[in-house]
């Protein structure tokens, strides 16, 4: 049944939204993003076909992501589209750099394929955004995005009405996913998803609907009931409330203060004992910091499990890490080279970017963040600068205990809030203002 569901939702949501594109003259860049981001949410709402191999060692999926990279840079050269001259491109440029020179100091290219294509995708998504906000504008680009993210938002809603749920890997609890495979892929393109009608709405300064968003977005987020995006999702708003805090006058530093309590003391008499056990095991995680310099085959069996396994995850790769020649603990082991080794991937892209391209390469990585947490923070718009540097946040917190950017869907999402991020500018939003008029 809910398949049905997904065709018929994707079929109305694709028509709907090409006949706006075309009444609202939206530029060709535009066009493209939404229908890249749309076609790989509706491969991946059904993972039963799109994720078996299919030719060789390759998807449905990552054949189309391998599509998507030859059709853009096809998109650039026949409409003679340039490339964004940026310091965070200039960084992913320089990790895509590395990871080729760890494949080939590990011999590792075949495995280095699918982040290469990955991070190639990045940089393409990234320049194909940049290119649509300088035609349209940020307002109408997150408009048209917005309609792409529509169709699991959807889904997960169809999913709640038609019962139709998963058990969650960590303790059995349940999770809707709307059919998609995954809650921690699907929670990000939830969090993304309703991010882009938030920002939407403050660059239009209507606050009734920018709230209503916010309280949307928690509420779709329990339903997914996974822990990181819930965390990422509470370090977007902590970020956001403390920066308007410390802006604010003193009334309104009280009134912050008030709502923060409220908001704490609601969360934490939520009756749910699955959610409370899980959050508990938050602040046990970060006083375990010690365990990282513990050999992982003294942890036991308790200690493997805990906080689902994570702390003895990053322990292995840490120390496999600090095991390997000279060069690879500069350089790495190549990219995904975990696989045959580890059990699983390693839930810390810190953690298994120092395994898969050694100290240089998470040395880049914290640069890149750095530097774009520090673009975000120059902003024009204030409202608007406050959601990205709180999107930034929650986008690192994401990559402190899973990975986004080994998702297809966290790439989408970093792409858009580095070129959203750049535009933040007076005369981007004055050209927001002029097309929505």
């Given at each position: ?201 403050a660059l239009e300064r209507r606050f009734s609907l920018l709230f209503l968003h916010i309280g949307t977005l928690f509420v779709l987020l329990f339903l997914v009931n996974y822990r990181t995006s819930i965390l990422a999702c509470l370090g977007l708003f902590a970020t956001a409330g403390l920066m308007v805090f410390l802006k604010s006058s003193m009334v309104k530093k009280v009134a912050i203060l008030f709502l923060g309590f409220l908001a704490i003391t609601v969360v934490a008499n ?168």
């Amino acid at each position: 049944m809910i398949d049905i569901v997904k065709v018929l939702v994707f079929i109305l949501l694709a028509v709907y939204a090409h006949k706006w594109m075309w009444a609202n003259a939206c530029g060709k860049s535009t066009r493209v993003v939404f229908w890249v981001i749309l076609i790989r949410f509706i491969l991946a709402s059904f993972p039963n076909i799109t994720y078996p191999q299919l030719i060789g060692p390759f998807s449905l999926v990552s054949l189309y992501s391998i599509f998507v990279v030859g059709f853009i840079f096809l998109f650039f050269l026949s409409n003679h589209i340039e490339i964004k001259k940026d310091t965070n491109l200039l960084f992913i440029g320089l990790i895509l750099t590395l990871m080729v020179f760890a494949a080939v100091i590990n011999s590792h290219y075949i495995q280095s394929v699918a982040s290469l294509v990955k991070w190639l995708m990045l940089l393409q998504l990234t320049n194909l955004v940049f290119n649509a906000v300088k035609e349209d504008g940020a307002v109408k680009v997150l408009q048209t995005i917005g309609f792409s993210y529509l169709y699991p938002i959807i889904m997960l809603v169809a999913s709640v009405v038609l019962g139709v749920s998963k058990a969650t890997e960590n303790d059995g609890s349940t999770s809707y996913v709307g059919g998609f495979n995954h809650e921690a892929v699907f929670s990000v393109i939830i969090l993304s998803g309703m991010f882009m009608f938030i920002l939407k709405a403050a660059l239009e300064r209507r606050f009734s609907l920018l709230f209503l968003h916010i309280g949307t977005l928690f509420v779709l987020l329990f339903l997914v009931n996974y822990r990181t995006s819930i965390l990422a999702c509470l370090g977007l708003f902590a970020t956001a409330g403390l920066m308007v805090f410390l802006k604010s006058s003193m009334v309104k530093k009280v009134a912050i203060l008030f709502l923060g309590f409220l908001a704490i003391t609601v969360v934490a008499n939520i009756d749910s004992s699955s959610i409370a056990e899980r959050f508990a095991e938050i602040p046990q995680a970060l006083a375990s910091a010690s365990s990282f310099t513990v050999l992982p085959e003294f942890f036991d069996s308790d200690e493997r499990r805990f906080f689902s396994g994570r702390i003895f995850f990053w322990a292995s790769y840490i120390h496999e890490a600090l095991n390997g020649s000279v060069s690879q603990i500069w350089f790495g082991h190549g990219m995904d080279s975990w696989k045959g080794f580890f059990e699983k991937y390693a839930h810390n892209t810190f953690v298994s970017f120092f395994y898969e391209v050694g100290f240089v390469g998470l040395f880049l990585l914290l640069v890149f963040f750095t530097s774009l947490t520090v673009k975000a923070f120059k902003g024009e718009n204030w409202l608007a600068k406050i959601l990205l540097v709180g999107a930034i946040s929650a986008f690192i917190i994401l990559n402190v205990a899973t990975m986004p950017l080994w998702q297809i869907e966290g790439v989408i999402f970093l792409s858009i809030l580095i070129a959203l991020i750049d535009s933040n500018k007076k005369i981007a939003i004055k050209q927001n203002n002029k097309s929505m008029t």
